[in-house]
């Protein structure tokens, strides 16, 4: 069975460009809007990696990480946190995801796929 990433982001050229770079890489891709869907995406079928905007409508990502670990999932989903402002790093400390796993916007598509690739071999 091959890889599979969940793509939580409002906003849909973020998605689409993320999307199409994680499909290039070998990846099967699903899409959330927010952070609830994303959510019932982890539920439904945990992805191998989670990219996911700091700022959603409806949960926070911040929330879907704390959810995706009282769920059990936080050692075996891989989180790439897409931040746009520096406040995102705190955040992203607040539920302990390294810096390391943290992706400023705006972001060029091959130095993403670098840091996916880090991410996804990483723990």
């Known amino acids: 069975m091959g890889r599979t ?5 409002d906003s849909l050229a973020v998605r689409r ?8 890489d070998g990846y099967s891709i699903r899409e959330a809007t927010d952070g609830h869907e994303a959510l019932e995406e982890i539920e439904r079928e945990p992805p191998d990696l989670l990219v996911l905007d700091d700022v959603l ?31 995102g790093l705190r955040r992203a400390a607040l539920v302990g995801l390294p ?8 972001f060029d598509l ?3 796929a670098d840091r996916i690739r880090a991410i996804a071999t990483s723990g």
Not at 99 to 106: A, D, F, G, L, N
């Open 5 to 9: 990433a969940l793509v939580a982001d």
């Open 57 to 87: 409508p409806g949960l926070s990502g911040v929330e879907v990480v704390e959810g995706l670990r009282a769920r059990g999932l936080g050692e075996s989903v891989r989180v790439a946190f897409l931040i746009e402002y520096s406040s």
């Open 110 to 112: 091959d130095r993403f």
């Open 17 to 24: 460009l993320v999307s199409a770079r994680l499909r290039r």
């Open 99 to 106: 810096e390391s796993s943290v992706i400023r916007k705006p």
